[in-house]
């Protein structure tokens, strides 16, 4: 037949073939291809034969020869079957599956707010072409020996000499978020929010784009702006904008690029881009001295670098680490680290200040994930354990499945597929309370809101319903293992099998953490609300109401302090080197004339306004008195200082001499009281107020309460009028210490939350275990009530098995969170809460009040039945 | 009637088989169907007949010896039942009766 060597068709082929084809017909079809294969070998060529025979197997598929046909039957008929028994036991045993649904639904509604959160903060600033070349150069400022700060900008400096020096930078864009205000067109005025811009912004953040414009040339020359659609028809309505001239902030623009929308999940958003050379013409003619290019000016001004494809951002790294050593040895006192940050780990990413838009922290992000996964694991218990006690009544069912050929495997899926079912009707509930509970979240911190729409699409949906299959497998799973194991002889005789019992024991260890697990949140809300009154209501030692500190920025302080002394509702006017409670201070080692203890002290360089405007109370002595000249004569020191260095009362202390390690010898001429000195978290320091007519970086003003807007306007425009072209950068006091708190009360909001949903979940979960127990010794508690049992004795048998649970749960909940609040999360605080008995126990009480009225219910109604009703049928 | 419905190609399989006798087998019978009908049969058209006209009970089949041009897997020979025979002889006869009644006007042969 043929001639030559044999020749074996391909091996992949004939596998292929094998997988998909009925068994009964392999041989024969295998057979009669090999055969035409080795003719077409000879006639062909092995090539095309190969070729030939891979065609024919294609050909095969078709539905006479393929295998799952057969199969698939039989799965469609089990799977029919699953269905029904499932449906038709979860509608047999309706509380039950209230119970679990309802549990579920709760948990679940959280996660679905989770699983929109994150998938949202992980779709930002995707859009640019090539988001793994694209990064952002960040700083980290460290002044003296303090904890470095990350900021989330540069300076102006870095990123003219990455573009200078750096090799492996394709293109590379300076940004500054300053360019905003009213733009005017024909007696229209707009305002504006936008950047200033270098020109290749278009090229490195591709994913910004122009409708109308040369993305290459908009940015390019002075004056140029570029509008987003939105905002060129706020301006020009339906005329076209391009070429057009306005005014921003009283400098004339021409529109060179209409923009598209920036999307919502990019970090960076804008309504307007300035041409960067306008903004640097600008800082040239305001300030001689070059100060807008210093290595510090770190604050406004953003650097992105779209890296050449294969450059290593380790190598860029490299170049800015040698350029901050050379820049820092420039400057004193201040050091400065730009660090490089990939694009897809801006958002989320760390904790910066001075962020160009939006973020938010991947700390709160790993936090509220941990969370919700605990308050979906306690919805997973409950149906564990709901299932793994009702196997029992199960029993049976899976005996006659087992006698008539049900292999494991098919039982095991049948429950996990039942508990499927129960997480999918779960799921519908849980979309509903999705959309009710959406609002309160994008409430509870403004970065939320910022940062998220929670715009269901359908991708998020598909997220919603894989999620909720895995958790019907992760729940159904232990009650599907447990169940398919059981023997058909034990299962059938419905005795309950050692191993039944055993699993009890796994029962109550789920109850246990559940309830520990409730336990802990409802004492960690409590906790963390009365930290925050506490914290919110502290008594600094001081006045923070209405006080507004103006940074100097190197502007003649004396010019500044007249400038607005001049303005009425300005009442005081202070000076001062630093603020207090900003967390940072500079400290000196001193000694006491006479005495060998050495300390060290706090030091802030005030003027003679300073202590009455903060209004700090003087204990002995006097405060300053205006006085020309550089040379220091007097301190006034605080409580503590005094009682460092033994000296008995406040009045003792006057007149002594401090000696400072390496500076003058100073006359202590006051005591003020305590204050916190650098934030409430941490213990008060030795300190002292010194005197100095220049070393001012701030101005603090005491402002009239009354009209604070129009204060705050005639403040800047002073301000304006002296500052030689400085940004005007003013903060509230009592704003800045409300702000540092506010941690405390999204705490407590979040974890309050959480409790009432593991409370909530972990109640039901009770119910059902006494409804299922009292159900089950139904019999036996009606035989004991014949007997002559009382009630009271019965609800206490009943009982007792669920209060030793709860008190287990507290047992390990109590010193688990106490540990947890004070050496974790107030250990570094000094001035809080003390964590006493109230705290840690008013949530227990709680807890066993609705975990005793919940098992009371249940065997109250159980030892009250009537036992010739429950014994009558058997 | 569906079940034993006795399609064209089916028809032609059967009679192939007949016609080859001992040696009717997968290849044989898509050669021999093949050069008669001048026809480019495909393995699967073959073996979807095959099965159908198994599943009507009128062929059967049974293993023959292991060869190595088939990689030492058996033919699988088939024969014509009974069943097959009876079908194929209705078949003709309702045709042989069709054709009888033909007008010879109709074939154009006057």
Redesign the interface.
């Known amino acids: 037949?043929?001639q030559g060597k044999?020749h074996?068709?391909p091996i992949l082929a004939q596998r292929f073939l094998r997988w998909f084809c009925k068994p009964a017909?392999v041989?024969?079809?295998?057979?009669?291809?090999?055969?035409?294969f080795?003719d077409f070998v000879t006639d062909y060529g092995l090539g095309r034969a190969r070729y030939k025979y891979w065609l024919?197997v294609i050909?095969?598929l078709?539905p006479?020869?393929i295998k799952k046909i057969h199969i698939t039957t039989t799965q469609t008929i089990m799977f029919k079957n699953y269905f029904k028994t499932s449906i038709r036991s979860i509608a047999r045993n309706r509380l039950f599956s209230a119970i679990n649904i309802i549990g579920l639904a709760i948990s679940m509604s959280v996660c679905l707010l989770m699983i929109s959160f994150i998938s949202e903060l992980f779709s930002y600033d995707k859009f640019h072409e090539n988001p793994d070349r694209i990064h952002r150069v960040i700083s980290y400022e460290q002044f003296l020996q303090n904890e470095p700060q990350g900021v989330a900008a540069t300076s102006i400096l870095t990123g003219k000499r990455l573009q200078a020096e750096v090799p492996g930078i394709e293109a590379s864009v300076i940004l500054n978020r300053r360019f905003a205000g009213d733009a005017s067109f024909q007696n229209k005025t707009v305002s504006l929010k936008g950047l200033w811009a270098s020109k290749s912004f278009f090229e490195v953040l591709s994913g910004f784009t122009l409708l109308q414009g040369n993305a290459e040339t908009a940015l390019l020359s002075p004056n140029s702006v570029v509008l987003t659609e939105e905002a060129a028809t706020r301006i020009f309505g339906t005329a076209n904008a391009m070429g057009q001239t306005i005014e921003i902030r009283s400098i004339p623009f021409t529109v060179t690029g209409i923009a598209k929308q920036p999307p919502f999940n990019s970090h960076i958003s804008f309504e307007a881009l300035g041409s960067m050379v306008t903004y640097e013409n600008m800082l040239k003619q305001r300030s001689k001295s070059g100060n807008w290019l210093k290595w510090t000016n770190v604050g406004n001004d953003y650097v992105y670098l779209l890296l050449d494809e294969g450059t290593e951002p380790g190598s860029i790294q490299a170049s800015l680490d040698k350029m901050s050593e050379e820049e820092n040895l420039k400057i004193d006192r201040f050091k400065i680290y730009p660090e490089l940050q990939a694009l897809t780990s801006i958002m989320p990413g760390p904790a910066l200040s001075n962020n160009i838009g939006k973020s938010m922290d991947s700390s709160i992000l790993s936090t509220l994930f941990i969370l919700t996964t605990i308050v979906i694991l306690c919805a997973a218990f409950n149906y564990t354990n709901l299932s793994v006690a009702r196997a029992f009544k199960r029993s049976k069912e899976i005996g006659v499945r087992k006698v008539v050929g049900a292999n494991k495997g098919q039982i095991f899926w049948q429950f996990i597929l039942e508990a499927i079912i129960i997480s999918l009707t779960a799921l519908c509930i849980a979309i509903l309370l999705f959309y009710l509970i959406r609002p309160e979240f994008l409430n509870i911190d403004p970065m939320v809101q910022q940062a998220t729409k929670m715009i269901a699409t359908p991708a998020l949906f598909a997220y919603f319903l894989v999620f909720s299959v895995f958790v019907g497998l992760m729940a159904g799973f232990f009650p599907a293992v447990h169940l398919s194991k059981l023997k058909s002889t034990n299962a059938l005789k419905n005795a309950p099998g050692s191993g039944l019992l055993s699993r009890m024991n796994m029962r109550k260890v789920l109850v246990v953490i559940q309830f520990s697990l409730s336990l802990i949140f409802i004492i960690s809300a409590t906790i963390s609300f009365k930290q925050y009154k506490y914290a919110v209501a502290f008594d600094l030692g001081y006045n923070t109401e209405n006080i507004l500190s103006v940074r100097l920025q190197g502007v003649d302080p004396t010019k500044v302090a007249t400038a607005f002394e001049a303005i009425p509702a300005v009442n005081q006017v202070a000076r001062s080197f630093d603020l207090n409670g900003l967390g940072n201070g500079d400290r000196t080692r001193v000694t006491l004339e006479n005495s060998a203890d050495s300390a060290y002290l706090y030091y802030n360089f005030v003027d003679e306004n300073f202590i009455p405007l903060m209004e700090h109370k003087l204990l002995a002595g006097a405060n300053f008195e205006s006085r020309p000249g550089s040379r220091e004569e007097s301190i006034i020191i605080n409580e503590r200082t005094l009682r460092k260095f033994n000296i008995e009362s406040p009045s003792a202390a006057i007149d002594q001499y401090i000696q400072l390690i390496r500076g003058p010898r100073l006359r202590i001429i006051g005591v003020v009281e305590d204050f916190v000195y650098t934030d409430i978290s941490r213990n008060i320091h030795h300190f002292g107020f010194r005197y100095s007519n220049s070393r001012h970086n701030y101005i603090n003003l005491k402002l009239n309460p009354s009209d604070l807007v129009r204060t705050m306007e005639r403040v800047e425009s002073a301000w304006n009028a002296v500052a030689d072209g400085k940004e005007f950068q003013a903060e509230f006091y009592d704003q800045k210490l409300q702000s540092t708190y506010s941690q405390y009360a999204t705490i407590y909001t979040i974890v309050g939350f959480l409790a009432f949903i593991t409370i909530s979940i972990a109640v039901l979960g009770l119910l059902g275990m006494a409804i299922y127990t009292a159900e089950t010794r139904l019999k036996e508690i009606s035989v004991r009530k014949i007997l002559g049992a009382s009630e009271a004795s019965l609800v206490k048998l009943l009982a007792r098995g669920f209060i030793w649970m709860l008190a287990i749960a507290a047992l390990i909940a109590v010193p688990l969170s106490y540990y947890l609040f004070d050496s974790v999360v107030l250990s570094e605080s000094v001035n809080r809460i003390s964590i006493g008995i109230t705290e840690l126990f008013s949530g227990v009480l709680f807890i066993f009040l609705i975990g005793f009225v919940t098992i009371a219910s249940q065997t109250w109604k159980t030892a009250k039945s009537n036992p010739a009703q429950t014994l009558r049928s058997e | 009637m569906k079940g034993t419905y006795l399609g064209e190609f089916q028809e032609l399989v059967l009679l192939t088989i007949l016609v080859l006798a001992e040696n009717a087998?997968?290849?044989t019978i898509?050669d021999e169907l093949g050069s008669r009908t001048g026809r480019n049969i495909?393995?699967?058209a073959l073996?979807?007949a095959l099965?159908?006209l198994d599943e009507k009970g009128f062929i059967t089949?049974e293993?023959g010896g292991a060869t190595?041009?088939?990689?030492g897997?058996?033919?699988?020979f088939y024969k014509v039942t009974n069943q097959g025979t009876k079908a194929l002889e209705e078949s003709k006869t309702l045709r042989d009766q069709l054709w009888s009644e033909v007008p010879k006007v109709a074939l154009g042969k006057s």
């Open positions: 037949m043929h044999y074996t068709p017909l041989e024969d079809i295998a057979g009669d291809l090999e055969e035409d080795n024919a050909r095969f078709k006479f020869a | 087998y997968g290849v898509q495909s393995r699967g073996h979807t099965t159908r089949s293993y190595a041009e088939r990689g897997r058996r033919k699988r």
